[in-house]
């Protein structure tokens, strides 16, 4: 259920663009009261990218959000994903960590890739060049 309408679709198989083998993206575990240690970590090894696997329905807290928009002004994409196994992400709120400021600091929702799928895919990505909005456009599941 999406806000005022149900959502039942399968999504096409990914044709990813590009070979992985030499593009680093991590994945950074977020959990309640977490600092930015990992995610700082992972800029420091020079990542191209990060993929959070985040909070429900794709939150943190305001210390990841100031590092997620360090990233994102050093070029470094920031995909949101969950490890809540099934659901659609959507930034909902804000309030100092919400899905909302996460976005806001630069970050891409995917809405339906779950963290692994989703470090694929943005590495893919990465490697094959792609502007920022095509790498929005590649993790917006509602409008292919």
């Known amino acids: 259920m999406l806000s005022d309408r149900c959502a039942i679709w399968r999504p096409d198989a990914i044709r990813l663009p590009a070979s992985i083998s030499a593009t680093r993206v991590d994945i950074v575990a977020i959990h309640p009261g977490c600092d930015d240690l990992h995610l700082r970590a992972s800029i420091q090894a020079q990542s191209h990218g990060i993929v959070l696997a985040a909070l429900g329905s794709g939150n943190a807290n305001a210390t990841i959000v100031a590092a997620v928009k360090e990233c994102t002004k050093n070029n470094i994409p920031v995909v949101v994903s ?63």
């Open 82 to 144: 969950s490890r809540v196994p099934t659901g659609v992400l959507v930034p909902g709120y804000g309030g100092g960590g919400g899905g909302h400021d996460l976005v806001a600091a630069g970050a891409v929702h995917s809405q339906t890739l779950r963290p692994g799928q989703a470090r694929i895919l943005l590495a893919s990505l990465i490697a094959s060049k792609a502007p920022k909005d095509a790498i929005i456009r590649a993790f917006d599941d509602l409008n292919p």
